[in-house]
């Protein structure tokens, strides 16, 4: 018989003070499961990360203050987060978090998703040089700039290519240093930008790629990855991303406008907001080539149609002229 040790927490030192935060929907499955424990990943000033020990989604849940990075899977309150350290036990569940010195109750939900209004291929097709323009002038430079898996991500999104896709995915996935390596922000931007704008556009093939891509991502991050980017992946797969990644797809859809959004995006970490960007061309390029093919493929199948339908009135008009042709001669034949 062994006797397991009970994990230090919150419940054997008093919690000391009490407060609440609006958190993202994508936290509903973790806060409002049964309490879990949980420890503390990284800390910062402005951030706290922990990881639930249970095999939800997602993993991964960021106690951040108002001012930080709102992400996907953020818990945000007006104070700021207790001192913590790497290793610290914690608790989520039952509605709250608990540090050891805090207990942060959910007061409200806020959406990471919010779904995108109708925008037409022409004027997606007319913010890719704006887009293009702002990154390529901007001193803050992908992490991986020149890499030939995004490129070959970029050729196999514009081609609706899944094999080319996951191909790339699968090298990009991990690649690069940090919480949140340059190329899992890479797949994060192009994720959101296939499935938003895809579905914005009514570009039905890229949404599509945007499952089977996100699929792909999802399933391979686990254990390739760092538990934050991992998570932040999963997030991505569902379209769910950060305040200022949502700003610049609001900004290509005509929300409001695009330049001062896309400057700030890539103000973001060392290469985040640049690689995120950059993954935001991937798809928006992707986007606007297959809705330009899926209206092509429409005029295509609409002429096809029109043909049709004019040899269907020849035919119709050659048999009157023959039906017309008999009627005489059986006229003719009596007058005889």
């Given at each position: 018989m062994s006797v397991t040790a009970r994990p230090r927490g919150p419940r054997s030192s008093p919690v000391r003070a009490d407060a609440t935060g609006a958190a993202s929907a994508v936290l509903r499955p973790v806060l409002e499961a049964p309490r879990r424990p949980a420890r503390v990943l990284a800390a910062f000033p402005s951030a706290v990360y922990l990881e639930v020990r249970a095999e939800l989604e997602p993993r991964v849940v960021a106690v951040t203050t108002g001012g930080a990075v709102r992400l996907p899977n953020a818990l945000v309150t007006a104070g700021t987060p207790p001192p913590a350290a790497v290793g610290d036990e914690a608790w989520v569940g039952d509605g709250a978090?608990?540090?050891?010195?805090?207990?942060?109750?959910v007061r409200r939900w806020w959406d990471p998703a919010p779904p995108p209004g109708r925008v037409g291929p022409a004027r997606l097709a007319a913010a890719l040089p704006v887009l293009a323009g702002v990154c390529d002038r901007s001193p803050r430079r992908p992490g991986l700039e020149g890499s030939d898996a995004a490129g070959l991500l970029a050729a196999g999104c514009a081609r609706a290519s899944p094999l080319d896709c996951v191909t790339a995915a699968e090298r990009l996935v991990?690649?690069?240093?940090?919480?949140t390596?340059?190329?899992?922000?890479?797949?994060?931007?192009?994720?959101v930008a296939l499935r938003h704008l895809g579905t914005a556009a009514g570009a039905r093939r890229a949404v599509r790629l945007a499952d089977r891509l996100g699929a792909a991502v999802a399933f391979g991050a686990?254990?390739?990855?760092?538990?934050v980017s991992a998570t932040l992946l999963h997030c991505a797969a569902r379209g769910q991303a950060c305040a200022e990644v949502l700003a610049v797809l609001r900004g290509l859809t005509g929300g409001w406008p695009l330049e001062p959004a896309l400057e700030r995006l890539l103000l973001l970490g060392h290469t985040s907001g640049a690689d995120l960007a950059w993954g935001l061309r991937i798809g928006l390029a992707a986007v606007v080539a297959l809705a330009g093919d899926g209206a092509n493929a429409a005029t295509r199948t609409r002429d096809r149609a029109n043909a049709a339908a004019r040899v269907e009135d020849g035919a119709n008009?050659?048999?009157?002229?023959?039906?017309?042709?008999?009627?005489?001669a059986r006229a003719g034949g009596r007058g005889g």
């Open positions: 978090v608990e540090l050891e010195r805090l207990r942060l109750r991990g690649l690069g240093p940090g919480l390596p340059s190329g899992d922000d890479v797949l994060a931007g192009t994720l686990r254990g390739r990855t760092t538990a008009a050659a048999a009157r002229v023959e039906d017309g042709a008999n009627a005489a």
